[in-house]
């Protein structure tokens, strides 16, 4: 089972980037998925998680309106559009993905499979 993100870089405040978090080992298409992220002396943060069906969504409120999630269960992807990027927006990234049924979820040990991280810097 892994997970691979990619997409992080560098951006200026009031840019966009595109997160994506390919899956491979098993299939994921009935699982949710979710973003976190983590700045050095801080705990991992929820970010925003996707329902397994793509209908159903969730947003921390610090990036609600500017971020989306999404995804392609054809392909064991998640993606994390993110627009509008503050300074306040970098942080590593990381995909997760949940290995039980439950309403969607923003707490950590929810999410059974992580990702290795990618880093996003927004400069001002």
């Known amino acids: 089972v892994q997970l691979q993100a990619s997409g992080g870089g560098l951006a200026q405040a009031g840019g966009s980037l595109r997160l994506s978090c390919a899956a491979s080992?098993?299939?994921?298409?009935?699982?949710?998925m979710g973003w976190f992220r983590q700045t050095p002396g801080k705990e991992r943060e929820f970010v925003a998680a996707?329902?397994?069906?793509?209908?159903?969504?969730d947003y921390a409120d610090s990036v609600k309106g500017r971020f989306t999630i999404s995804r392609d269960n054809a392909k064991n992807t998640v993606y994390l559009q993110m627009n509008s990027l503050k300074p306040e927006d970098t942080a590593v990234y990381y995909c997760?993905?949940?290995?039980?049924?439950?309403?969607?979820?923003?707490?950590?040990?929810?999410?059974?499979?992580w990702g290795q991280g990618t880093q996003v810097t927004v400069s001002s």
């Open positions: 997760a993905v949940r290995g039980t049924w439950g309403p969607l979820s923003r707490v950590l040990s929810d999410y059974d499979y």
């Open positions: 080992g098993r299939t994921f298409s009935s699982r949710d």
């Open positions: 996707v329902r397994w069906s793509g209908d159903i969504t």
